[in-house]
């Protein structure tokens, strides 16, 4: 004989459970900003560190100090609601928003070949920035 209390309990406890990982997982949108800072400090910190520049050394100490303020803008904003979670959604719009701004950038690299690694660099950093920028706005990032 099965006492019904215990399963209401369970019931209680099972909901409550789903209720707090739904709230772990919700977060406020992220700010306006988020998108256009996330793009562009890609874009000139890769720039930056990849090219064949002239003074290399001062343009890869100041590249990779973009290359952290890009971090710390992704950890503040992702981590707002104060728990870090997988993303979540559907299976092609993670892979698109890996995925896509990496292949761009990849494809940014093949101006290397007629013109050298400077422009490759600019064009795989521009590319990869704006399509940074692009799946970052269009998904109003980290759920």
Do not use: K
């Not at 709230?23 to 256009?36: H, I, K, N, T, V």
């Not at 890869?60 to 952290?68: D, E, K, Q, R, T």
């Not at 299976?91 to 013109?115: K, S």
Request: glycine share 14%; hydrophobic share 55%.
């Amino acid at each position: 004989m099965r006492d019904h209390g215990d399963a209401h309990a369970a019931r209680q406890a099972l909901q409550a459970a789903e209720a707090a990982r739904a709230a772990a997982r919700s977060r406020p949108a992220a700010p306006g900003w988020f998108a256009p800072a996330r793009g562009l400090l890609f874009a000139v910190g890769v720039g930056l560190v990849s090219g064949p520049w002239p003074e290399h050394g001062a343009v890869l100490v100041a590249g990779m100090a973009v290359l952290l303020a890009f971090l710390a803008v992704h950890a503040a904003v992702i981590s707002r609601g104060g728990v870090i979670t997988m993303p979540g959604g559907p299976l092609p719009r993670r892979l698109m928003n890996q995925l896509g701004p990496a292949t761009v950038y990849a494809l940014g690299w093949l101006a290397a070949i007629p013109f050298g690694q400077g422009v490759g660099a600019l064009c795989a950093a521009v590319l990869g920035g704006a399509a940074l920028w692009t799946v970052t706005a269009l998904d109003g990032h980290a759920r």
